[in-house]
């Protein structure tokens, strides 16, 4: 079976996170017919249960370990998509469907390399894959608990890549090497409702929102570091649910989103909200939820090695990058160096989600190189 195929089998699995319907028992059946010990991993109960699999071929070390995900977000208004989300179709040399890009294009083409590479002869250590179907979700029961999993059971990997899609445009641009933390904040603030004629005898809480937010987005986090850009927060929603223009609300509630570099921690972070809202004088409240910390693999060997690769087969020397969203590169960095390399993210999470079948077959081409690098 070649990555085009794989890709389209596991596209046609409506897996949005955290169902799987038939995804890993399928990915899982692949590796297994190529030499690959699978341990399929429930962890969660109730609707919180996720599937997860770990396979693994070989034993001892060196031990390169593959991450990635089975698990899509919603497909959007499906009368919207061309051809469906579910339904992969080809047109024009591109694949279409939810999951092409993110990730499952990614997680076939290495589940293709790695059984072309073991085709090529015997090999000193192990390779293994860590698919979770939990990555678009909370992620609770997903990467951080096979983690733990892969450590009581001794599986801990030297390496590992991770196969989100890295590069905006095209391949060569991009490898990761790190990411930005992300921390969110709900603030409430308490007022008295009244009637905007008499305020006399109400407490308006707009103001004091206002003044606070302003405190927020006015404050200067820092200026960036050697791998990261400056810490951002972002105000995503303002509400104090009044319909009427001539009633003072009783109430406001605001949250914001704050990427965060090396510089700070979720708990510094927090320390440092507080005091500027706390600095505003007002009555208010504020819960924060985020389970990602700022990380950074230092660039060297492991690194090295993958841009080499990347290079042999695209021509085009990666940049290391910090940039974009969060992954669960975040958990393992924690157990061993890791690198993030995939495919094009141009078009994820959008209606007609797609991959280019020729980038998939480079993105095998640059795993395969990345086997041959490490191994022999």
Known sequence: MNTLELTKKLISCPSVTPKDEGAQV??????????????????????????????????????????????VVPSGPEEQWTFGPFNPEVKDGVLYGRGASDMKGS?????????????????KGSISLLITGDEEGVAINGTVKVLEWMKEN???????????????????????IGRRGSLNGHITVKGKQGHVAYQQLADNPVPKMVQMLDALVQYEFDEGSEFFPPTNLEITTIDVGNPATNVIPAGGWASFNIRFNDQWSSKSLKAKITALLDACAHDYEIKFEGNAESFITQPGEWSDLVQAAVEEVSGKVPECTTSGGTSDARFIVNYCPVIECGGVN???HQIDENAAVADLEMLTKIYGQILERYFR
């Open 346 to 348: 141009e078009s994820i």
């Open 26 to 71: 399928l990915l899982g059946e692949f590796l297994r017919g190529v030499g690959f010990e699978c341990h399929h991993l429930s962890f969660g109960k109730g609707d919180e249960e996720v599937p997860n699999l770990f396979a693994r071929i070989g034993k001892g070390g060196p031990h390169l370990c593959y991450a990635g995900h089975t698990d």
């Open 154 to 176: 001794g599986h801990v990997p030297d390496v590992a890549i991770v196969g989100e899609p890295t590069n905006p445009k095209h391949f060569g641009q991009e490898i990761k």
């Open 107 to 123: 997680v076939a083409a290495f589940a293709v390399a790695a059984a072309e590479f073991i085709k090529t002869g015997e090999f």
